[in-house]
């Protein structure tokens, strides 16, 4: 478990992150309203060097941030059933060449990849800390994470 006192701090995260991803990377950001999910997706893109601004995806479902080392992919599955290909969206750029980040996607995005990092975020009643949970699904990416919890 990890503390982020505050908001800086999970964008701070969010940017050492960024130096992990790879081209086709799914990453589900999980947690409740105002937990922090967009912010670290902010820092996210911020590492990734995309052109902002990153922001919560709300109306459109998903937008994608150029002009980065990689393609970011920022979804909003809240208003979505079940997602069944973030291709099927039609954006402008493949999945398979992005970082493809969802907030609200737990119980609808799995199914995109047996390999994936989900990001548990949780806040506190009248606090600024949130907490943070890496949860690594197949792959490598148990590996790939430990310098960010060590
Ligand atoms: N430690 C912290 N980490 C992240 N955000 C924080 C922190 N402390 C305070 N905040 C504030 O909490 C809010 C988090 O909002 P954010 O949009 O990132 O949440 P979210 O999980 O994406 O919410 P939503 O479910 O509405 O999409 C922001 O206003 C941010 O400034
Ligand atoms: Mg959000």
Known sequence: MIELPSVADTRAFGERLAALLRAGDLVLLIGPLGAGKTALAQGIGAGLGVRGPV???????????????????????????????????????????????????????????DTRLEILLDRKPDSEIRTLQLRPVGGDWTDRTAELIG
Request: no cysteine; charged share 20%; proline share 3%.
């Open 55 to 113: 922001v919560s995806p709300t109306f459109v479902i998903a937008r994608v941030h150029s002009g980065g080392r990689l393609p970011l992919v920022h979804v909003d599955a809240y208003r979505l059933g079940s997602l069944a290909e973030v291709d099927d969206l039609d954006l402008d750029v493949a999945v398979a060449e992005s970082v493809t980040l969802v907030e609200w996607g737990a119980g609808k995005a799995e199914q995109l990849a």
